[in-house]
Nanobody, 126 residues
Framework: QVKRKESGGGSVQSGGSLKLSCVSS????????MGWFRQTLGQEREGVATIDKDGVTRYADSVKGRFTISQENAKNTLYLQMNSLKPEETGMYYCAAGSSALRGSWLFSRAAYAYWGQGTQVTVSS
C-alpha cells in the first residue's frame, strides 16, 4: 500500500525554524518528483518546494533562501527545513509524489501530483 506520512509541524514564533519530514512506504520516493505544498488560511494549496528524481531542487519565490528541500533515499524520507518563518506561513503542509516526467510550471501544480499525505500543521505566531 502506497503511503506518505508527514511529521515535524508545530508552533514557533516569527523568525523560528521547523523541519518537516515525510516518510514514504510502498514505493521508492526517489523514483518520483516529490514536493511540499501548503495551504494557508483562505488560500489555495500552493507548491513550496520540489525535488526531482535527479535531485534537482526548485522553490517558490516566496521561500527561496529560507527553505531547503532534501531527500534521504535510504530512509525513503523527504524533508523540508524551514527557517525565518513568518506568521502568514501558518497552515497545513503536505508532501506529495508526482510523475518523474513533471517539468516547468507543472512542478508546482497540485493537479500534477497524484499521491498526498495527510498534512502536518505549522503555526507561526507574531
Amino acid at each position: 500500500q502506497v503511503k506518505r506520512k508527514e511529521s515535524g509541524g508545530g508552533s514557533v514564533q516569527s523568525g523560528g525554524s521547523l523541519k518537516l519530514s515525510c516518510v514514504s512506504s510502498g514505493y521508492t520516493a526517489s523514483d518520483y518528483c516529490m514536493g511540499w505544498f501548503r495551504q494557508t488560511l483562505g488560500q489555495e494549496r500552493e507548491g513550496v518546494a520540489t525535488i526531482d528524481k535527479d535531485g534537482v531542487t526548485r522553490y517558490a519565490d516566496s521561500v527561496k533562501g529560507r527553505f531547503t528541500i532534501s531527500q534521504e533515499n535510504a530512509k525513503n524520507t523527504l524533508y523540508l527545513q524551514m527557517n525565518s518563518l513568518k506568521p502568514e506561513e501558518t497552515g497545513m503542509y503536505y508532501c506529495a509524489a508526482g510523475s518523474s516526467a513533471l517539468r516547468g510550471s507543472w512542478l508546482f501544480s497540485r493537479a500534477a501530483y497524484a499521491y498526498w499525505g495527510q498534512g502536518t500543521q505549522v503555526t507561526v505566531s507574531s
